[in-house]
């Protein structure tokens, strides 16, 4: 496996949540490494089994990992590995990971020339409209990695390798083969980057994890026709409970409300007003 910036850079930047996790139900757990979600998904008082829904920060292998031994127990066993797109921010602890479990990782096609070490992923717009991370955005990592031997395509059905009742939705906009997770039972969206619960722009509201509904970071968001059908596709869904990649869990009318809100005013509220991908698509 190739390793890349994606996975090896150092980024200082964390918030209060960095260390700590939320059973958003029985079989759904969300982890937090510095300012990004990861999800362990499998129920800790039936089976040790259980799959990783991506890979946050670089460096963050050894926490992950740790975390799911707590959860799960030393003898716990990762099954597979999915990943809702490629951004470093959600593949940062996977050449790691899979240096010690040797198992399936599952995308949509659309990412196979980032997660092949064929194309980098376009550079951020550190001169978009938005706050303190948005400038500092230059200094994300874009190089694709090579996980060549342990890339899937997703199932055309639109099932979930070793998540029942779990289905996976094209919700493209923040990168090309951008996905979201969704089970029927309880309502529960994984839905990465393709809106968020926290300003993600905005480093204070980054650091103290502010909760509210936003649009995907616009920074690394590079198609906002898509970015905005994405948004509608999720809140047609009527999700009880949902999780992004960076923020909080919402549930209920909070949720409820700031996804309607999303859909109906994303042009004033997502789309930054200047920006080298705002008017591109």
Not at 48 to 55: G, I, K, P, R, S
Not at 99 to 120: C, F, M, N, R, W
Not at 142 to 163: F, R
Not at 235 to 255: F, N, R, V, Y
Request: glycine fraction near 8%; charge should be neutral.
């Amino acid at each position: 496996m190739e390793r890349s910036s994606a996975t090896e850079s150092i980024l200082p930047m964390t918030s209060i949540r960095s260390g700590s996790g939320i059973e958003m139900t029985p079989d759904v757990y969300c982890y937090t490494v510095q300012i990004a979600n990861v999800f362990f998904i499998g129920n800790p008082e039936v089976s040790n089994e259980w799959v990783l829904v991506d890979a946050g920060m670089p460096h963050s292998a050894k926490k992950i990992l740790k975390a799911a031994e707590n959860r799960f127990g030393p003898d716990h066993q990762l099954k597979a590995i999915i990943l809702t797109h490629g951004h470093f921010d959600h593949v940062g602890g996977l050449i790691d990971i899979l240096e010690q479990y040797k198992v399936p990782v599952y995308a949509h096609p659309l990412e196979y020339s980032y997660l092949k070490g064929i194309t980098d992923y376009p550079q951020p717009d550190s001169s978009v409209e938005g706050g303190m991370v948005a400038k500092m955005s230059k200094m994300f990592p874009v190089k694709a990695i090579d996980i060549t031997a342990h890339l899937h395509e997703l199932p055309s059905d639109g099932s979930v390798p070793g998540m029942s009742g779990w289905q996976w939705i094209h919700t493209p906009g923040h990168s090309e083969g951008h996905v979201s997770l969704f089970r029927e039972q309880g309502r529960v969206l994984i839905a990465g980057d393709a809106f968020v619960t926290v300003k993600q722009d905005s480093l204070y509201k980054v650091i103290r994890q502010k909760k509210e509904v936003h649009g995907p970071p616009v920074y690394l968001t590079t198609n906002w026709r898509a970015a905005w059908e994405s948004v509608c596709k999720l809140a047609d869904l009527q999700p009880s409970i949902a999780a992004t990649g960076h923020g909080k869990p919402m549930k209920g009318a909070a949720l409820a409300k700031g996804l309607v809100s999303l859909a109906e005013n994303f042009q004033k509220t997502a789309v930054p007003a200047y920006g080298k991908y705002v008017h591109t698509k």
